[in-house]
């Protein structure tokens, strides 16, 4: 089972920064917390991950609170094209390095 | 651009024969590919991870016999629908990672639509 809980859909408006939460309560010490979002009939696409320390990267923004039980993604300035199904997932360790996906967050940019 | 490469995109066959769909690393070795399956409107859900050299490893409730997995070079990792039925069709997702650590994302390819009638 995946170890985050997402909101199941937010909209956001063209041009704002989007803000998605994630709660993963029960992350170990040494689990990384990934995203990745998914566009319509296409692979899931890597944005960003970290594991205590706050990320930024051309795509996004990751903040993770110093507990690590949870985290927000930041699309800075969000267009049309960022509308998708954005999933985060905690990399269990013990795997073979395999993601869990959950349902993720619809989000839904709307000009 | 892609660092992971999937063929065909989209196949239509019909009930009973097999399909072949072919996982590529572009620029990198990967001994572990990772196999996914999703239905529509569902999530992502692991089938197999696919190990070079070995045999793979099924998650539960897939079965191995319809669903070969063939991981024949660090580059390539093929997965074949035997006697395929319209049940099976589905979007066929691979990933694989550049690095063998937890801190080394997947990449995922762009998956196959098959529809078998």
């Known amino acids: 089972d995946a170890k985050t809980t997402q909101p199941p859909s937010m909209d956001c408006a063209e041009g704002r920064a989007a803000n998605l939460p994630c709660n993963h309560s029960t992350i170990s010490g040494n689990e990384y917390v990934y995203w990745y979002r998914q566009i319509h009939s296409q692979g899931p696409q890597y944005i960003i991950h970290?594991?205590?320390n706050n990320e930024t990267n051309e795509m996004a923004s990751l903040i993770i609170t110093e507990d690590r039980k949870s985290s927000t993604l930041i699309l800075p300035h969000a267009t049309l094209r960022d509308t998708a199904v954005y999933y985060c997932i905690v990399r269990v360790t013990g795997s073979q390095g395999n993601l869990i996906f959950g349902k993720g967050t619809k989000l839904s940019v709307k000009p | 651009g892609a660092v992971v490469s999937q063929h065909p995109s989209w196949v239509i066959c019909k009930s009973g024969t097999s399909v072949k769909i072919e996982c590529r690393s572009l620029d990198f070795q990967a001994t572990t590919m990772f196999w996914y399956r999703q239905f529509p409107k569902q999530s992502l859900m692991l089938m197999a991870t696919s190990n070079e050299g070995s045999k793979a490893t099924y998650e539960q409730g897939v079965e191995k016999d319809k669903f070969l997995i063939n991981h024949a070079s660090l580059t390539l990792s093929t997965l074949t629908v035997t006697s395929a039925h319209p049940e099976d069709s589905s979007f066929y997702i691979c990933?694989?990672?550049?690095?063998?650590?937890?801190?080394?994302?997947?990449?995922f390819g762009n998956g196959t639509r098959l529809t078998v009638t």
């Open positions: 970290g594991l205590k």
């Open positions: 990933s694989a990672s550049r690095g063998s650590s937890y801190n080394s994302p997947l990449h």
